[in-house]
Antibody
Framework: EVQLVQSGAEVKQPGESLKISCKGSGYSFTSYWIAWVRQMPGKGLEWMGFIYPGDSDTRYSPSFQGQVAFSADKSISTAYLQWSSLKASDTAMYYC??????????WGQGTKVTVSS | QSALTQPPSASGSPGQSVTISCTGTSSDVGGYNYVSWYQQYPGKAPKLMIYEVSKRPSGVPDRFSGSKSGNTASLTVSGLQAEDEADYYCSSYAGSNNFDVVFGGGTKLTVL
């Protein structure tokens, strides 16, 4: 079965760092771009950017450039999204998704990030 | 780039058809045949329903169809069923750099 499995929910304080993960299985993880998508509480989907696990090439949405960082470890078929200093406004659900062509055909279950003092 | 414009809500009775619009510009929806639609139930991950304007992934009922005219794409759900009640998001390729993506604000579909 082709799937993406994300790490569990996180509760952090402002200023803390965080790294969440997205593990692929059932397909060639290094052959597809992985997207990260934010969904703030009660709001719509926002594309954050892509990473290509084959060579860790990254592309960021202008809205998220400099705010987050993507990385990948192809040896364990895992992509990461990280923050160096969280803000309350980072509170959201974060999804990873596989890009096939120009669509996102496989989605992770989501990781809920709560940032609160 | 700005988000695509969708109506906040749509509704229909079981068995009826409902169409959800998604309006962009010539730089996204109107410029490329790369519009996709996603269904999202509360608390769940989105699911791809339509890609490349009108293609359905395997397993998606043929009650779901997509089209495009100019800068506006549409998702039509025919023969509405209670299980179709969900949020629907459109998305489009939006850039010449081969990577930009833009989503619509989402439409809550209610089955009356």
């Amino acid at each position: 079965e082709v799937q993406l499995v994300q790490s569990g929910a996180e509760v952090k304080q402002p200023g803390e760092s965080l790294k969440i993960s997205c593990k692929g299985s059932g397909y060639s993880f290094t052959s597809y771009w992985i997207a990260w998508v934010r969904q703030m509480p009660g709001k719509g989907l926002e594309w954050m950017g892509f990473i290509y696990p084959g060579d860790s090439d990254t592309r960021y949405s202008p809205s998220f450039q400099g705010q987050v960082a993507f990385s990948a470890d192809k040896s364990i078929s895992t992509a990461y999204l990280q923050w160096s200093s969280l803000k309350a406004s980072d509170t959201a659900m974060y999804y990873c998704a596989r890009r096939d062509g120009r669509a996102f055909d496989i989605w992770g279950q989501g990781t809920k990030v709560t940032v609160s003092s | 780039q700005s988000a695509l414009t969708q109506p906040p809500s749509a509704s229909g009775s079981p068995g009826q058809s409902v169409t959800i619009s998604c309006t962009g510009t010539s730089s996204d929806v109107g410029g490329y045949n790369y519009v996709s639609w996603y269904q999202q139930y509360p608390g769940k991950a989105p699911k791809l329903m339509i890609y490349e304007v009108s293609k359905r992934p395997s397993g998606v009922p043929d009650r779901f169809s997509g089209s495009k005219s100019g800068n506006t794409a549409s998702l039509t759900v025919s023969g509405l069923q209670a299980e179709d009640e969900a949020d629907y998001y459109c998305s489009s390729y939006a850039g010449s750099n081969n990577f930009d993506v833009v989503f619509g604000g989402g439409t809550k579909l209610t089955v009356l």
